[in-house]
């Protein structure tokens, strides 16, 4: 219990620690950015005067030192309020809101999709090891880990948006559709792709892996007194395969939610899918600070959350972590 | 096992292309219908939000929820809008306009003098890039018109008052800017922000309708629009100059005339470092001989094929296109002996054989700059640099972020573009107000001064119709004996052409010349489209 308690205060601090880390690091890089606010809000080129310019400098704070700017931003965070975002003209906390449900629903399925598909072609390819499959596998691997998503993506747009006409070409609801009238199947139709982008990159990750650890395990001594005492290939796999190798490819599932969260902006740019990625690409283009600060936030409580599941995986799927965790 | 996991694989794919198969189907239903809704794709904007013209939306000639009291017509002049007649005052600080009392907003209220005021006030107050800095105050009088007093002496005003939309007082809110309801031909039927807007004809608008039920706009990247374009559900797209060339099935090229001109500023005065520590000013360019022969020695139609696909106009007047612009006295390029003869009349000698001239020790050498995050302005700045070469000017072309650019443009050229339907461009591109080395911004980046020009800006300033400013800001340009068309502050390159793939069909109407910025300013006259 002591033990449990003292995990979740740990992790708390940590969390907090890294949650300052990067707001101050995210604002330092933005206000060093070369874009100017002020510029990307009226358009660059724009005839306005330079009273003008002054007064949207006051109007937004961007006048005041970055010290000062800074710790407003923090003061009114704890207060709850993230701020106002410059392009969409709506609280940062609303806009995050509105756009991680539909990111949510996207990397969960890309997620869930990776990590299975992932799993069953590495156990595949490890217990074969050697076979064609094996080396088509590995092959597909090999290339999809080294093809950026965004690449994937077009590609797959192409081929099968516009030359087959399977899937739609872009964002989340159907074209012209009225909200209410959207139902589930055309969300789940205008997810496939996208998802699909998503989930690709991490698949070989987690099949290399897996496939690895699978035949390290089947080279192991007690797989041998198994396969002595006449088990089959697949009981074996079953037996004494799964549990083992399971540990890496938790591990790298939960980690990949960085990936994941990185893909995901590339994958809606190309997609038109209006989620966090995209808020964030905008955000970074036209020097939206209290937006961008409020991504970066988002995504480091994100990726620490997945990092944290794994950890309490581990004690879930091997005893000797759990016991070890206790001593 | 082996069996069970390839099977619940394939399962897997077949309910896929199932669920694919659906799909399908539906988009063959909804083209097999009369055309009464367009689909269009101009860039990412028109997805956001933010349809408040008290913050800025519209200002640039293209709204299409709002009106204004005055409106800008296809030869880019003035006329009548929600005001029905207008006066300025003797002093040129009163403006008075007569309202119509016939309009109504899409919600079915009747537009008043007091909605004037109330827009005028809030988008005053509202930090944005609605510049209302020269307005003093805004009232209604005699019941049906309104009143601003200016701080000082500005004829741009009317521009401004054709350019902002007017919002009803009793309905503007927190929320007014995703669902704005106004005075234009269009009003918001929903709004997914960053992926679709849809919009439907305001049925109490008092111009022409729109044949379109709805319109819906997408908001596809630019790199993936050609491909979109080529699933046929789209009836029209903007592209990039660079895939013009592209073949779509279906669709046709169409290329705008623009005033979205490129072109490059030569500081006028030598090199000096100022206050902040930057240098202002440039040996090279602050040379007469320099910049004329600059502008005539190239060939801007070589520079337009190689930097932009031969999508573009050739043009070295800053405002080509619009009604303030002069092309006196014309001028030729790709004089190339002629430019030749100039430099050396100015001492201007390669007397080193290296390619490059001097004179008192000073290479012919300058360097320019082109925006990171705009491809475009890098390619012309890198041909330009090629093209200047066999004059013996040697001009390092570099990409630079556009602060960068912005805090070097008094010593390095950097490629600006511009084209406004606000003739304000011309006071800043060329007054001696802001020439100063100690200033920064783009308003005369070229530090250009002339007594004569000065005096045809100010008085084009405190003028109240738009014919004589017109005559003024054109007589700044050329008068017969001076003027920026002789001291030539700046090296105009071409007038991009905006693209576009239009479904055959489809009637875009008579559009207005674009202003600077591809994508949105085609939807100026969007209610007259029309399918033939």
């Known amino acids: 219990m002591i033990n449990t308690i003292k995990f979740i205060s740990e992790s708390f601090f940590r969390l907090l620690l890294l949650l300052i880390g990067v707001s101050i690091l995210s604002f330092i890089l933005i206000i060093h950015s070369p874009i100017d606010p002020v510029d990307a809000y009226v358009g660059a080129e724009s005839n306005v005067s330079a009273q003008q310019r002054e007064n949207i400098a006051r109007h937004w704070g961007l006048d005041k030192s970055p010290v000062v700017r800074y710790t407003t931003w923090v003061k009114n965070m704890l207060q709850g309020d993230m701020g106002t975002s410059i392009i969409y003209q709506k609280p940062v906390s609303k806009v995050l809101l509105e756009r991680f449900q539909t990111s949510l629903i996207l990397m969960v399925t890309a997620w869930v999709l990776s990590g299975i598909i992932g ?14 499959y094996d080396k088509a596998i590995k092959a597909v691997c090999f290339v999809l880990s080294s093809t950026p998503v965004f690449w994937i993506g077009l590609l797959l747009l192409m081929v099968f948006s516009i030359s087959f006409g399977w899937f739609p070409i872009g964002l989340a609801a159907p074209i012209g559709k009225a909200a209410q009238d959207v139902t589930i199947w055309d969300r789940i139709y205008h997810l496939i792709l996208p998802a699909i982008t998503l989930s690709i990159t991490g698949i070989a990750n987690i099949t290399l892996h897996t496939r690895q650890k699978l035949i390290d395990v089947l080279s192991s001594d007690y797989v041998l007194f198994a396969k002595a005492r006449g088990e089959s290939k697949w009981t074996l796999v079953k037996r004494h395969g799964i549990r083992n190798i399971a540990i890496p490819a938790v591990t790298l599932q939960f980690a990949s939610f960085s990936e994941l969260f990185g893909g995901s902006v590339l994958a809606e740019q190309v997609f038109s899918y209006p989620g966090l990625g995209n808020a964030a690409t905008q955000a970074g283009l036209k020097g939206d600070v209290p937006l961008l600060l409020g991504v970066a936030l988002f995504s480091a409580v994100f990726v620490f959350a997945g990092n944290l599941s794994a950890n309490i995986l581990y004690g879930v799927f091997n005893p000797q972590i759990r016991e070890g965790s206790k001593v | 096992m082996k069996k069970n996991l390839c099977v619940s694989f394939l399962c897997m794919m077949l309910g896929f292309t199932l669920l694919a198969g659906c799909g399908g189907k539906e988009t063959g239903n909804k083209d097999a219908g009369a055309k009464k809704d367009l689909v269009i794709s101009i860039g990412k904007g028109m997805t956001e939000g933010n349809y408040d013209p008290c913050k800025g939306y519209g200002i640039y000639g293209y709204g299409i929820f709002h009106t204004g009291l005055l409106k800008i017509t296809t030869d880019v002049e003035t006329d009548y809008d929600l005001a029905s007649d207008y006066s300025i005052s003797e002093d040129g600080l009163v403006y008075t306009y007569t309202i119509r009392d016939d309009v109504k907003f899409s919600d079915g209220e009747k537009l008043t003098p007091e909605d004037v005021v109330f827009t005028y006030e809030t988008a005053k107050n509202s930090g944005s890039s609605v510049d209302l800095t020269m307005l003093e105050k805004a009232e209604v009088i005699d019941g049906n ?20 939309g007017i919002v009803p007082e009793h309905a503007y809110n927190d929320e007014y800017a995703d669902n704005p309801i106004g005075t234009g031909p269009f009003v918001v039927k929903q709004l997914d922000v960053n992926q679709q807007l849809i919009v439907e004809p305001n049925k109490y608008y008092y111009g022409t309708k729109s044949q379109f039920e709805q319109i819906t706009f997408l908001s596809l990247d630019e790199e993936t629009a050609l491909a979109n374009a080529r699933s ?16 779509v099935e279906g669709m046709h090229l169409e290329t705008i005339k623009t005033s979205d001109n490129r072109g490059f500023n030569l500081p006028c005065v030598k090199e000096t470092t100022n206050s902040e520590g930057l240098v202002a000013g440039n040996n090279v360019t602050s040379d007469i001989a320099v910049r004329k022969a600059l502008n005539i020695g190239i060939s801007r139609q070589e520079i337009i094929d190689n930097a932009l696909n031969g999508i ?17 006295p014309e001028l030729k390029d790709n004089q190339v002996q002629e430019a030749e003869k100039i430099l050396e009349q100015a001492g201007w000698v390669d007397t080193d054989k290296d390619g490059i001239r001097e004179k ?33 000017i040697h001009i390092i072309a570099k990409s630079e972020d556009w602060t960068t650019c912005k805090d070097m443009i008094r010593n390095s050229p950097t490629c600006i573009g511009t084209g406004d339907y606000n003739f304000v461009d011309v006071y800043n591109a060329f007054a001696s107000e802001f020439a100063g080395t100690e200033q920064t911004g783009l308003n005369n980046a070229a530090m250009y001064t002339n007594k004569t020009v000065d005096g045809y800006l100010t008085q084009a300033l405190s003028s109240d119709s738009e014919e004589e400013i017109f005559d003024l800001l054109k007589k700044a340009q050329y008068d017969g004996t001076t003027g920026v068309n002789i001291d030539l502050p700046y090296l105009w390159l071409v007038n991009i052409d905006h693209t576009y793939l239009v479904k055959d069909g489809l009637d875009i109407g008579t559009q207005r010349i674009h202003p600077h910025g591809h994508g949105q300013p085609i939807i100026q006259n969007l209610n007259e489209w029309a399918y033939k």
Do not use: H
Not at chain 1, 119 to 132: E, H, K, R, Y
Not at chain 2, 145 to 164: D, E, G, H, M, W
């Open chain 1, 119 to 132: 799993f069953v072609l590495g156990v595949l390819a490890g217990s074969g090891q050697g076979t064609w």
């Open chain 2, 145 to 164: 018109k309104v009143q601003f007093t200016l701080n000082k002496v500005y004829s741009p005003f009317i521009r401004t008052t054709a350019l902002l």
């Open chain 2, 232 to 247: 046929g559900e789209l009836d029209l797209v903007m592209i990039n100059p660079e895939y013009a060339e592209e073949a």
């Open chain 2, 312 to 328: 573009g106009t050739p043009s070295w007047v800053r405002f080509d296109g619009l009604p303030w612009a002069n092309d006196e």
């Open chain 2, 360 to 392: 008192d020790g000073i290479k012919c050498e300058f360097t320019i700059t082109g925006r990171t995050d705009d491809l475009q302005r890098y390619n012309l700045a890198v041909a330009l640099s090629e093209n200047a070469k066999k004059l013996g």
